[in-house]
């Protein structure tokens, strides 16, 4: 097993001037399940496909293990790829498309076999080994498309958003198995999706990708609690971080964030914070998660200096939780996520509490988190 | 009637080849006979048996061992170890598995030369001459893949020949044509489904394609681009064949660029407006649309490509893109807004598809 590193890695296409890839640096630990994650044209596919082998890096160094493995072939990496356009091989059965593989490195027939069956176990396929892939689900192909990287027990998997394919349901349930199974296998896994749900629930540690540039690089908790810049706390978290122009001023020894349809006050350890960091007085952005709105009676009435009112627009009901749409907030639409026990109701003007321990306040012209930075 | 080097080998030797499938278990039983561990059973090896028989092994590989058994004293030592090193001589170059019918590398080689010359001139119907027609091969149907490399790792053209053998589980015809280019033909068998099939050829010989793109890429040197056509005779049709092939990966490479395999059947449109000269391109453009810039904003262009690509379905496009249904519809609706085109009527999506197809392919003012 091994881990992965990357130094100062760039990624540029013939005939263009900007880079796919810049300068990106990282150490990816020895059975860590690393995920890059970031929008469309972020750069995590290419970077994932220079680590496979798939495309050539353009300058800087790549090691798997202690190797660098700049000029080395895929085949050659020691390592296993699920892609999302995983295509199995039509004409044979599950049993050999497992076993191709090894076959092609020679190995003995009966060591063939006991890979093949005992991966086919572990993903709950062995009813299958005889059946050719048009006779699969999705969610069993998908399943065999792991399989076949399972049995060459490779110092890394590299999966390229491998369940975008899939309904909604059957997604779910595979994170739940791929995490299951990275854990048993103990492998390093490299994971690239674009869904930062997916993000969240499987990584050890997550990579946000912008532009072809790492944003932040930490565990789930971090990237959540404590994003670094605007980008990365409107990418992780669903529904979206709310963000509201506004400005900071000081009353009576307090520091206030006042914008369109809200006053509310800072705790004292933001504020010499940000009297520190010379941002009273200026324009500054607010950054609050939907679930730090309440509208609990016990978290109104602690919080008097940071209730806030506005209309509910809409409100989505999903059982255990309710989405409301709020006016009145700043300029955009503000999203509240309430206890799906809340009473709150479309049309209606209510009361909100803000959790003032876990605002963000972000520079508008530099984006980046006032407190991280 | 030339003899196969096996034949040759049996009749000097006068003793059969004989041929066993090795099951798992069965490793156990040659090394009750043999000192060495079984991965020792390579071509070339010889022991002797418990009835004083010397067994030379011929050909090994994971499925079946190939061997010959001669009596004690039949041949001198020199002769025993000339041979054990011409079958490792042969297993080395891949000509000892009996499934790998070598062609003479310089004939397919000058194939591929003459095929490209005939392109070249325009001489899409040419005929193969008898002396490049393999022996008389080319008379029959094959599947045409065309494979060009991406990767520029220097490819070994019998490693690749191997490989695509193993994948396709028959006999293959690999013609290098140019540089990291090479024509495969493989029996046209392939088409042929056990127990009746309810994939179209189409289907069948994509997804064909696309499993022998996912080979390569873990099991060669790295990334490349096929396409594959019908079955064809290719005495008479290779070289338009291959202009085909290689048209198909242009116009594929061009059109829809992140696609690997590219067929000639889902191309049609492509290829028409490939064939339309420049002036005209811009002029349909410039007429066709109030706000042609808008159409290279790569927002509205990812949201219109998905939209398309989702049937025109607003909530599968909206799930695909991860954004609110409303704000698919808000970007349509600026879309109408800018150009006047309301792209869920049929007439205007049909202008916007070829517009954005127009879009690749035409530099702009």
């Known amino acids: ?373 | 009637m030339e003899l196969s080097w096996r034949s040759k080998l049996e009749t000097l030797l006068g003793a059969p080849i004989v041929t066993e499938s090795r099951a798992p278990g069965e490793a156990d039983a040659w090394r009750g006979i043999m000192d060495e561990p079984e991965s020792a059973v390579r071509p070339g090896y010889r022991f002797r048996l418990p009835d004083g028989k010397i067994r030379l092994i011929v050909c090994a590989d994971g499925e079946k061992v190939e061997y010959v058994d001669l009596q004690p004293g039949e041949l001198t030592g020199r002769e025993e170890a000339l041979l054990e090193w011409l079958l490792a001589e042969l297993e080395r170059s891949g000509r000892t598995d009996e499934g790998s019918r070598r062609r003479p590398d310089r004939e397919l080689r000058r194939l591929g030369e003459w095929i490209q010359e005939q392109i070249g001139a325009g001489r899409l119907k040419a005929a193969v001459p008898d002396e490049l027609n393999a022996g008389g091969r080319l008379g029959s149907e094959w599947v045409p893949f065309l494979l060009m490399a991406d990767h520029t790792a220097k490819a070994n053209d019998a490693e690749l020949e191997k490989l695509l053998q193993a994948y396709l589980e028959t006999d293959v015809l690999l013609v290098p044509i140019r540089d990291q280019e090479w024509l495969i033909l493989a029996p046209d068998t392939l088409l042929q489904e056990e127990g009746g099939g309810e994939e179209t050829p189409e289907e069948l010989l994509e997804g064909i394609a696309r499993g022998m793109h996912d080979m390569l890429a873990s099991e060669w040197l790295g990334e490349s681009h096929i396409a594959v056509a019908h079955p064809i005779e290719p005495a008479s049709a290779i070289v338009e064949t291959v202009s085909l092939l290689r048209e198909t990966v242009a116009l594929g490479r061009r059109f829809h660029q992140g696609d690997t395999v590219h067929v000639p059947w889902n191309i049609h449109l492509e290829r028409l407006l490939h064939s339309i000269p420049e002036e005209q391109r811009i002029r349909f453009i410039e007429q066709a649309v109030n706000r042609s810039d808008l159409l290279l904003e790569p927002e509205i262009v990812t949201t219109l490509e998905t939209y398309f690509a989702m049937n025109c379905n607003v909530s599968d496009t909206a799930k695909k893109l991860y954004i609110h249904r409303n704000t698919l519809l808000y970007r349509l609706d600026k879309l109408k807004q800018d150009t006047g085109l309301d792209v869920r009527l049929f007439r205007d999506a049909v202008l916007v598809k070829l517009l954005l197809l127009l879009y690749k392919v035409t530099k702009r003012r």
């Open chain 1, 1 to 373: 097993m091994a881990g992965v590193r990357l130094e100062h890695v760039y990624k540029r296409y013939p005939g263009s001037d900007v880079a796919s890839v810049k300068d990106f640096n990282l150490d990816i630990k020895d059975k860590e399940f690393l995920v890059l994650v970031g929008p469309s044209g972020c750069g995590k596919s290419t970077t994932l496909r220079m680590i496979a082998g798939l495309e050539e890096i353009t300058e800087g160094k790549l090691y798997i293990g202690d190797r660098l493995v700049n000029d080395v072939a895929p085949k050659d990496r020691d390592i296993a790829m699920v892609f999302q356009s995983y295509a199995l091989y039509p004409h044979m059965n599950v049993y050999q498309n497992m076993a191709f593989g090894l076959k092609l490195r020679k190995f003995k027939k009966s060591e063939i076999d006991k890979r093949v069956r005992e991966a086919a176990k572990i993903l709950d396929i062995e009813h299958l080994l005889d059946r050719k892939p048009k006779a699969l689900s999705g969610g069993q192909r998908q399943r065999v498309a792991l399989g076949r990287a399972i049995v060459r027990e490779p110092q890394v998997f590299l999966m390229d958003e491998p369940l975008s394919n899939l309904d909604a349901k059957l997604r779910t349930q595979m994170r739940a198995e791929i995490s299951k199974l990275a854990k048993r296998l103990e492998t390093t896994v490299i994971y690239v999706t674009h869904d930062q749900i997916e993000a969240m629930t499987m990584g050890d540690r997550i990579v946000v990708m912008k532009d072809g540039v790492i944003q932040q690089a930490d565990s789930p908790e971090v990237l959540y609690n404590h994003p670094i810049n605007m980008f990365v706390a409107g990418f992780i978290g669903s529904p979206a971080m709310n963000f509201i122009k506004g400005g900071l001023y000081e009353r009576d020894g307090a520091v206030h964030f006042k914008a369109e349809g809200l006053d509310i006050e800072l705790t004292e350890g933001k504020a010499s914070i940000v009297r520190e960091k010379g941002y009273v007085n200026k324009e500054v952005i607010l950054g609050v998660r939907p679930e730090d709105f309440h509208d609990e009676p016990v978290f109104l009435e602690a919080s008097p200096k940071s209730i806030v009112s506005a209309l509910a627009e809409v409100v989505e009901n999903l059982g255990h939780e309710k989405n409301v749409y709020l006016a009145g907030l700043g300029s955009d639409t503000v999203i509240a996520r309430l206890d799906g026990r809340s009473d709150v109701k479309e049309g209606a003007n209510i009361k909100l509490a803000v959790d003032m321990n876990k605002i963000h306040l972000f520079d508008p012209e530099t984006e980046l988190n006032i407190f991280e930075n």
